[in-house]
């Protein structure tokens, strides 16, 4: 089994970044699926979506994305809500690519976008209304100092909003051994992550002095994601494999079924919340 040479996640962002782009969508998240036969395009846009009502924006907002992929949500958000995003990212091919979305849009300077550490972004404190984490946490290990950070920026009465792939339960080190296998695939896929119970996450939101007033498991409703994925990989074989390799195409196709049957078992799952900071 080949080990991705850059686990490290900006690395593998600028990597995988326009393969992604064929696989994933102009988002780079799952889908949420109301009926199960909607388009990859139209769930992922229900999930940001999704995002953008636990948000409860107001026109003129101020938004920090953390982990804002190439930009495609953040635009979605100054369109849809009236709202000024900044979009951070380890990623120097994510913020390129994010800043030709936005002059493509003409919503340059109301979606600006700039290299930065979640975990250690050097933003002013008490600075944005909203702070919005779409799929991003997993690859902060640190997921304590993200939260910290997120809480950090925000102003009395904003609100943090984040979903991401959460563990659903305790995975015993024999049956972690015995399926290092599939874990070598995933890394392999997706790069260095790691998951949490999202109880953890309303833990680490309370302890930051934040308030928890929603918190939901979307497992199911984000269960079709994995057909739309292997349907894509066929779909676009010929155009992804000089961007991937075989070899990493393979690992995506894999990491497909192995993430299904994760969700499946109830190993991993999907789940969103909200936390105000206190006025
Ligand atoms: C799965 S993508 C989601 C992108 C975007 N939120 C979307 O929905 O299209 C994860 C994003 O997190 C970013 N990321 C990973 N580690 C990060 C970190 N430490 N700080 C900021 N962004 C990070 C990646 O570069 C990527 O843009």
Redesign the pocket.
Known sequence: MTLPEDPD??A???RV?DA?RLL?G????YGLFAHGDESLADA?RA??DRMAAAAAFAPGQRVL??????????CHLVRTQQVDVL?????AI?VERALARAAAAGLLGRARFEV????D?GLPDETFDRV?????S???P?RDA?IAECARVLRPGGRLVLCDLIRRRDVPFAELRARSAEFATLREA?GEARMDPLDRYLHLAEGEGLSVDLAEDLTDATLPTFDRWRANVERHRDEVTPLLGQSGVDAFARSADILESFWRDGTLGYGIFAAVKPS
């Open positions: 996640p900006a593998h962002y600028d970044t992604w994933l102009e988002s780079l998240h992922t999930l940001t994305d953390v982990g804002c992929g190439t930009g495609d949500p953040a979009g951070i990212t380890t990623s994510g930065r550490d979640g975990t972004n919005w984490a779409l799929e991003s997993h690859l902060m640190a993200l997706f």
